[in-house]
């Protein structure tokens, strides 16, 4: 339990503690760290120093110092934070440096250092190959065998609420004898988990399925938007490209991974076995029970269900280093458009609409198969908490430009 006079069923309580970024009007220039608690901002350093405890790693502009500090760290740092917010005797040393969360501005809490995109979802493979390879096997032969990535860039990541220019790019329809430049036509959302990377690794060495708690620091909400027209003529043979690099957008708020535990669950049924360094059978099962929701200009059009993902995160950290690529702090890797077997978890506009063919209704009548100009995209998510409660993920929002 808090002193704060928050309601006990809020997805903001001392079981989440999510880590952010902020700005304020008493300091404007200056970022902050801060730990969101109901519906207030903890400024992190100004408590750490209210309590005798001063910490540089709190009274940085970034999260990046203190995810570079290593699990031991972040737990001690937690822990600590949950002593300033529960036990009394902090109450008059802590409670002034506690914000109105509508009196703050949110930021990109993290300088991303590498940015890698997977596709771990059977359901949502599934569907994108009926649609391209009608007739044919809808799983690539690999599929099953690894996780399936590619690398995105980092410096178009940016934080929720940030607009979204509809990109160019060279589209070819099937029917066009040539392709053509422009905007896209088909621009898509991607709903997903992102997992920030903490703790780095050596050059030349791998990191185990053991080992993600130890260089995981957190989970935050991600959209890939997609421009499926630009993708289709470009991906063969090396991939997404301009379809995907010209903005990723992220929550403003990271969830600790520790604040996960009662979410997590054992992945679905895998129906081949996989190479040993991948064999999470007789380990920590690391699929996570976390509830997405989309909606599309207010109106709720999918809600994903995270624990049907076939690829854990912690299966697609051992891949990303299995040839000894190294991790650096600030590494952000996605899970993957997140989509369930149902036609109501489905994590992108392809799915929904199957292509365009079956049009998305709108609470205003309206309809929609792509994204059109002045459409704002939400994505929120909550997780199992403690006791019953729930852990919420805050939202990543983007609006379309022209």
């Given at each position: 339990?808090?002193?704060?006079?928050?309601?006990?069923?809020?997805?903001?309580?001392v079981?989440?503690?999510?880590?952010?970024?902020?700005?304020?009007?008493?300091?404007?220039?200056s970022?902050?760290?801060?730990?969101?608690?109901?519906?207030?901002?903890?400024?992190?350093?100004?408590?750490?120093?209210?309590?005798g405890?001063?910490?540089?790693?709190?009274?940085?502009?970034?999260?990046?110092?203190?995810?570079?500090?290593g699990h031991?760290?972040?737990?001690?740092?937690?822990?600590?934070?949950?002593?300033?917010?529960?036990?009394?005797?902090?109450?008059?040393?802590?409670?002034?440096?506690?914000?109105?969360?509508?009196?703050?501005?949110?930021?990109?809490?993290f300088?991303?250092?590498?940015?890698?995109?997977?596709?771990?979802?059977?359901?949502?493979?599934?569907?994108?190959g009926r649609?391209?390879?009608?007739?044919q096997?809808?799983?690539?032969?690999?599929?099953?065998?690894?996780?399936?990535?590619?690398?995105?860039?980092?410096g178009?990541?940016?934080?929720s609420?940030?607009?979204?220019?509809?990109?160019?790019?060279?589209?070819?329809?099937?029917?066009?004898?040539?392709?053509s430049?422009?905007?896209?036509?088909?621009?898509?959302?991607?709903?997903?988990?992102?997992?920030?990377?903490?703790t780095?690794?050596?050059?030349?060495?791998?990191v185990?399925?053991?080992?993600?708690?130890?260089?995981?620091?957190?989970?935050?909400?991600?959209?890939?938007w997609?421009?499926?027209?630009?993708?289709?003529?470009?991906?063969?043979?090396?991939?997404?490209?301009l379809?995907?690099s010209?903005?990723?957008?992220?929550?403003?708020?990271?969830?600790?991974?520790?604040?996960?535990?009662?979410?997590?669950?054992?992945?679905?049924h895998?129906?081949?076995?996989?190479?040993?360094?991948?064999?999470?059978r007789?380990?920590?099962?690391?699929?996570?029970?976390?509830?997405?929701?989309?909606?599309?200009?207010g109106?709720?059009?999918?809600?994903p269900?995270?624990?049907?993902?076939?690829?854990?995160?912690?299966?697609?950290?051992?891949?990303?280093?299995?040839?000894?690529?190294?991790?650096?702090?600030?590494?952000?890797?996605?899970?993957?458009?997140?989509?369930?077997?149902?036609?109501?978890?489905?994590?992108?506009?392809?799915?929904?609409?199957?292509?365009?063919?079956?049009?998305?209704?709108?609470?205003?009548?309206?309809?929609?198969?792509?994204l059109?100009?002045?459409?704002?995209?939400?994505?929120?998510?909550?997780?199992?908490?403690?006791?019953?409660?729930?852990?919420?993920?805050?939202?990543?929002?983007?609006?379309?430009?022209?």
């Open positions: 339990m808090t002193w704060l006079a928050i309601p006990q069923d809020s997805l903001y309580g079981h989440a503690l999510p880590y952010g970024v902020f700005t304020a009007d008493d300091r404007p220039g970022r902050r760290i801060g730990v969101r608690i109901g519906d207030r901002v903890l400024d992190a350093g100004a408590a750490a120093r209210a309590v405890a001063p910490s540089v790693l709190l009274d940085a502009d970034s999260l990046n110092p203190l995810m570079a500090a031991r760290t972040w737990r001690e740092v937690r822990g600590a934070l949950t002593a300033w917010l529960t036990d009394e005797a902090h109450r008059p040393a802590v409670a002034p440096c506690l914000l109105p969360l509508h009196a703050v501005d949110l930021h990109l809490p300088e991303v250092a590498d940015y890698v995109d997977f596709y771990a979802s059977e359901h949502h493979a599934t569907n994108l649609i391209f390879r009608p007739g096997d809808a799983l690539t032969a690999n599929w099953k065998h690894l996780p399936i990535g590619y690398h995105g860039r980092a178009t990541v940016v934080v609420g940030t607009p979204i220019v509809r990109p160019h790019g060279q589209r070819k329809a099937p029917a066009d004898p040539l392709p430049f422009g905007p896209t036509r088909r621009l898509d959302i991607e709903a997903e988990i992102g997992f920030v990377v903490g780095p690794s050596e050059l030349g060495s791998r185990p399925l053991s080992g993600f708690r130890e260089h995981v620091f957190g989970v935050c909400l991600l959209n890939d997609s421009a499926r027209d630009i993708q289709a003529w470009e991906y063969v043979p090396l991939g997404p490209f379809g995907k010209f903005a990723t957008s992220v929550s403003p708020w990271v969830v600790p991974l520790d604040a996960l535990e009662q979410a997590r669950v054992v992945p679905p895998r129906d081949v076995d996989p190479l040993d360094y991948l064999d999470d007789e380990g920590e099962p690391w699929g996570l029970d976390i509830a997405l929701e989309v909606a599309l200009n109106h709720v059009v999918s809600r269900p995270f624990a049907a993902m076939y690829w854990t995160a912690a299966q697609q950290l051992a891949h990303l280093t299995a040839n000894g690529a190294s991790l650096r702090t600030g590494d952000l890797y996605a899970s993957g458009t997140v989509s369930g077997p149902e036609p109501e978890g489905r994590g992108a506009l392809i799915e929904l609409t199957w292509n365009g063919e079956h049009p998305v209704k709108l609470a205003d009548g309206t309809t929609r198969t792509f059109e100009n002045g459409d704002e995209v939400t994505i929120t998510a909550t997780a199992p908490g403690p006791d019953g409660t729930r852990i919420g993920f805050g939202e990543v929002t983007g609006r379309i430009l022209p």
